[in-house]
């Protein structure tokens, strides 16, 4: 009997392979080799490179924020970012509209066998921009690899933790009757700037995903206006309509926005026209909208505006005290109609 | 966008509103045909600026709400199967069926991808040669010049995996059952800009010659529709019944011969049931013969589907515009756009949908469903 040399050979290819393999996620060499070679260079800080089971922090104060969030995102790369901006700019903007200031992050991938590395390398290399640009540090980390067709390329998961103001606590039940709903910037670039990416829709001009981070408004918010902040989201899934909702549902008021007011880019309407889809409902990944009081308007905006993602920042509406739990846009026309929930996706319509 | 923002500027449409407030001397019930109109008069609130003048009966030009029961259970066995890729419109995915909706079937291993156009579906065959793909073919006969191309070039090409599921249905006869009806009340019809922009108008122009009743093609952005509006409730002040063209800048009086001329290559007339209303002689159209190897009715063995809708539902009286949805029981209810007993509360552009955001509101504010 003989074997053919070719069932000898190792299944650990002994060159330089310019993909993940299954073995990168063994645990064993690759698994080290990878570490060391993509994620410790871009992500390297004292608490990371101890390589411990967890990671060692100091305690920030009394209190700590704490918010995790997945990322799943087809194309991974699109106009204006990729999924290790988001990664980054979704769990530290999540935790600066509790009013934190962004610390610790952890992050978590799973890697389907056969990304390219060229790939994975501009998205460490875009959480590593990101989270120096926010003032955190990436502490812990795990990596997994998945067969392929297992995982849509990568799916990575980041939780992070900020320290709190006990003096500045917004919060989604502190809207107030005469309160001004105002954004940070234009609406729908995220959203509509996936759908171009993934339908390959060629526009005239081309929409860039706002992906951004927020934590640098909100400390300019609350050292010029504190608690007169009364309210932060990040209208990401579900857009402004759904962010202002649940805000409207949980402090028991009524918003109403003037559709005159509403910030959204010629090329968004355009796409979203053709789309069958209503801007309103468009996820964002670098706005937020911000509930504050009557006396502190002009100072917020002006706060907002000193930053480049904050430059377009206006006022869209006004909370009311009547019709609670009802968001209600006045149109051009000067009727009302209601900006409801969405029961699901957005359907795009026949005609 | 150039050449939408004019349409849709608030100054000229509040000074169409003023004028039809002047123009009719008691109120007047108008019914427009399309579900995209629909849209457009809920979304802009027309009908709150209009309450005095005009009373809008939503028709039943939503493709989502009249496509029938059992066209929709076909199509979600179709997509249970598991050598078949399901192509449909965005807005067909959650129209329920008997027992399911292809949202559904998608999360249980279905596979059920969103098109914008039947020649996507016609590629989506050529990638996946292992693979039946179905175009859901529903609309009235603005859609019909597309799918009737997808056909076509599957016959070209000689693709032989590709057909078409088809729902399609025409306007003029659904004019002509509202009319018939004895408690009908609509005196005038905005006629769908879309729909003529394909078909002309010469169809409607017998219409309302025979029934004594205005017909205004009209298009779909605030100023069209108040515009519509206005020229309808005129004729029916001078007592006129003719049909007039708001939509010029779109539609002929011939309107896209090229098109049609495909169409009636690919389709023919045939009997189809509407959702809520029931079957109508030669209001639809369906594949001829020569192109049977592309009708997925006559491809699969799709066996005997038999439907019955939900009792509670009046989607059909609403439909034919004899109640609003309000006066359903069901409405708001056991039927919401969550879980949704008829198909008008599921589309945005079903009278039910609209109605369910617009009244609440009205609601609230009066303190009575008007």
Request: charged share 20%.
């Given at each position: ?351 | 966008m150039k050449y939408l923002s004019e349409y849709r ?184 800009g879309h729909?003529c922009t394909?078909?002309g108008w ?14 205004v093609v009209t298009g779909f952005e605030?100023v069209d529709i108040?515009e519509g ?15 007039e063209n708001q939509y010029a800048r779109s539609v002929r009086r011939?309107g896209n ?114």
């Amino acid at each position: 009997m003989s074997i053919a040399s070719s069932g000898l050979t190792c299944p650990v290819p002994a060159g330089e392979a310019d993909r993940v393999l299954l073995g990168h996620g063994s645990g064993g060499k690759l698994s080290a080799a990878l570490l060391r070679e993509r994620f410790l260079p871009r992500f390297g800080n004292e608490v990371l490179s101890v390589l411990g089971d967890a990671a060692v922090v100091p305690a920030p104060g009394e209190e700590i924020a704490v918010s995790t969030d997945s990322f799943v995102v087809s194309p991974l790369e699109f106009p204006g970012g990729n999924i290790g901006h988001l990664a980054v700019h979704g769990t530290v903007n999540d935790l600066a509209m509790m009013g934190a200031d962004p610390l610790y992050l952890t992050a978590g991938f799973i890697l389907e066998e056969g990304l390219p590395f060229d790939l994975l390398d501009r998205v460490i290399e875009a959480m590593s921009e990101s989270a120096s640009e926010a003032g955190v540090i990436v502490v812990t980390g795990d990596t997994k690899v998945v067969e392929r067709g297992k995982a849509d390329g990568m799916f990575i998961n980041t939780t992070g933790i900020g320290r709190l103001d006990p003096r500045f606590r917004p919060g989604p039940t502190r809207a107030r009757d005469g309160d001004a709903v105002l954004v940070s910037g234009p609406i729908g670039r995220h959203g509509v700037a996936i759908m171009a990416a993934r339908e390959d829709l060629r526009f005239e001009v081309e929409v860039e995903s706002d992906t951004a981070c927020l934590a640098p408004l909100v400390q300019g918010l609350r050292a010029t206006c504190g608690p007169a902040i009364r309210c932060l989201r990040d209208p990401t899934r579900g857009g402004v309509a759904s962010a202002l909702n649940e805000i409207a549902a949980s402090s028991g008021v009524g918003i109403r926005l003037e559709e005159g007011e509403l910030p959204i880019p010629g090329p968004v309407r355009g796409a979203c026209e053709m789309l069958g889809l209503d801007p309103l409902y468009v996820a964002n990944e670098g706005i937020m909208v911000a509930i504050v009081a009557p006396d502190a308007v002009e100072a917020a905006l002006e706060a907002m505006r000193k930053h480049t993602s904050g430059e377009s920042a206006t006022r869209i509406g006004t909370v009311t005290a009547e019709r609670p739990g009802l968001v209600l846009l006045r149109t051009g026309l000067g009727a009302s109609r209601v900006v409801d929930m969405l029961p699901g996706d957005q359907l795009p319509r026949i005609c | 966008m150039k050449y939408l923002s004019e349409y849709r500027d608030p100054v000229l449409a509040r000074s169409l509103v003023d004028r039809i407030l002047a123009t009719a001397t008691r109120p007047r019930v108008l019914m427009e045909v399309c579900g995209g109109q629909t849209h457009t008069i809920v979304r802009q609130g027309l009908q709150e600026l209009l309450k005095d003048a005009v009373d809008m009966i939503h028709g039943p030009g939503c493709p989502v709400c009249v496509t029938p029961l059992e066209q929709i259970d076909r199509a979600l066995f179709l997509a249970s199967r598991p050598d078949v890729i399901f192509t449909s419109f965005g807005d067909m995915l959650r129209v329920p069926g008997s027992d399911s909706d292809l949202l559904q079937i998608r999360a249980r291993g279905g596979e059920v991808r969103v098109v914008y156009s039947p020649l996507d579906a016609l590629e989506i065959a050529r990638a996946n040669p292992d693979h039946e793909v179905v175009f859901f073919a529903v609309g009235f006969e603005t859609t019909a010049p597309a799918n009737a191309m997808s056909v076509w070039q599957a016959r070209e090409l000689g693709v032989t995996n590709f057909s078409v599921l088809v729902s399609h249905v025409t306007v003029p006869p659904a004019i002509r059952a509202i009319l018939d009806a004895p408690d009908n009340r609509v005196e005038a019809f905005l006629a769908a800009g879309h729909v003529c922009t394909v078909m002309g108008w010469e169809e409607y122009e017998p219409l309302a010659a025979e029934y004594g009743v205005p017909i205004v093609v009209t298009g779909f952005e605030p100023v069209d529709i108040l515009e519509g509006i206005h020229m309808a409730v005129r004729q029916l002040e001078e007592g006129r019944a003719e049909v007039e063209n708001q939509y010029a800048r779109s539609v002929r009086r011939s309107g896209n011969e090229p098109a049609q001329a495909l169409v009636s290559k690919v389709f023919e007339l045939v009997d189809r049931a509407w959702r809520g209303i029931g079957e109508i002689p030669s209001s639809g159209l369906g594949l001829r013969e020569e192109f049977a190897d592309f009708d997925a009715e006559r491809k699969f063995d799709l066996g005997s589907i038999r439907t019955s809708e939900p009792a509670e539902c009046m989607a059909g009286d609403v439909l034919r515009g004899r109640i609003k949805p309000l006066q359903c029981p069901a409405f708001g209810e056991a039927c919401t756009p969550e879980k949704p007993l008829g198909a008008p509360m599921v589309s945005s552009e079903g009278a039910c949908a609209a109605y369910y955001n617009y009244a609440r509101f009205q609601t609230e504010t009066t303190g009575e469903p008007t």
